[in-house]
């Protein structure tokens, strides 16, 4: 069985929003994805999005909302999974990270008598000590289901070859490395820029992460906007996963 998947950090409702929205929504439609996780979601603020009617949603609720005094159009909730109908959820769970600011959501999904895990998380922008505590957490509370095919979508907020990297790599095969031979050069920023425009990172930060299944056809979706104005500050990932 085939399952098409995309990974899109969509910058909940900050920098410019009322701008981007529709190309957030071009841009989710041009996956023609099976099962979309979706990272800095504002479950009100960004109702377009999680409204698709092709699309079961499925969230994740952070203990507290982020925000942010400075920025007051920025609040993320949590996380959100968008998946086709013609998927049978059977078990669903949440990871609250120790440092309570961020989570994992996994899904247990069956179709055409296919059962696998999904699983969507978005890791510590701050500190690469974190992000490693946070991938031991998530190894961990992922080690019970890794008897079946494990799809972890996700915002890392880590760079190839950083110790956290190394550590999830132990695990999981990168989508886009089995693709490509090496990771993407870029997934952040896109050159969307505004007064709350985040312009300190560089590289690559978003993955789609297997185990026990066969990624193909990885692709940075880059066209998701012109000039200054783009769908989010990351560009959404996408592959083909092969379970069987």
């Known amino acids: 069985m085939e399952v098409k998947v995309a990974s899109f950090n969509i910058l909940n409702t900050s920098c410019r929003y009322e701008e981007r929205k529709h190309m ?19 479950f009100s603020g960004n109702s377009e999005v999680l409204s698709l009617e092709s699309y079961e949603l499925k969230i994740s609720f952070l203990p507290d909302p982020k925000l942010k005094d400075t920025e007051p159009s920025f609040r993320i909730d949590g996380n959100a999974v968008l998946l086709e109908k013609n998927f049978r959820v059977i078990e669903e769970d949440t990871l609250v990270y120790n440092s309570k600011l961020r989570i994992a959501h996994k899904l247990l999904l069956e179709k055409q008598g296919n059962q696998f895990w999904f699983v969507n998380t978005h890791l510590d922008n701050l500190n690469e000590s974190t992000r490693v505590e946070q991938v031991q957490q998530l190894v961990e509370w992922l080690r019970p289901c890794m008897e079946k095919c494990v799809i972890v ?32 050069a870029l997934t952040c920023p896109s050159g ?11 590289g690559c ?38 379970i069987s």
């Open 24 to 42: 957030l929504l071009e841009a989710i439609n041009s996956f023609n994805a099976d099962l979309i996780g979706l990272q800095e979601v504002n």
């Open 153 to 184: 979508t996700g915002d890392f907020n880590f760079i190839p070859g950083s110790p956290a990297y190394s550590l999830m790599s132990e695990y999981f095969n990168s989508a886009l490395k089995e693709s490509w031979g090496v990771e993407p």
């Open 192 to 202: 969307l820029f505004g007064t709350y425009a985040d312009l300190d990172k560089h």
């Open 205 to 242: 930060f978003d993955y789609i992460w297997v185990k026990n299944c066969k990624a193909t056809n990885g692709e940075v979706l880059y066209n998701i906007g012109s000039g200054d104005l783009c769908a989010s500050d990351h560009f959404p990932i996408f592959t083909k996963v092969l």
